[in-house]
């Protein structure tokens, strides 16, 4: 009975997790991960529309920078997006 019990539990967490909503972020707060992950500040955003998405826009970020942002993203339920070969104009 005990080990049903448990399954049971089990199961229901894993079933609230996967319904974890997702917020929006502060520019401040996205600014904190962009510096601690070795980007520039801007360089991290989400959109209003859809929340789900963190974009990441620097040109080649390392292996560590993007290990840095993916984990972070997924501790708060965030799909990473990539945006490579940014060109900005002068």
């Known amino acids: 009975m005990r080990a049903a019990s448990a399954i049971l539990i089990g199961a229901g967490s894993l079933a609230l997790s996967a319904c ?3 917020r929006m972020h502060s520019e401040a707060e996205l600014n904190v991960v962009a ?3 070795g980007l520039a500040l801007g360089q991290v955003a989400q959109d209003d529309e859809e ?3 963190l974009f990441v826009m620097q040109d080649s970020p390392t292996p560590q920078q993007r290990t840095c942002i993916v984990q972070w993203a997924r501790k708060n339920h965030l799909k990473t997006v990539l945006i490579e070969g940014v060109e900005f104009a002068q």
Request: positive net charge; aromatic residues 0%.
């Open 20 to 22: 974890a909503t997702v």
């Open 35 to 37: 510096n601690q992950c």
């Open 51 to 53: 929340k789900r998405l």
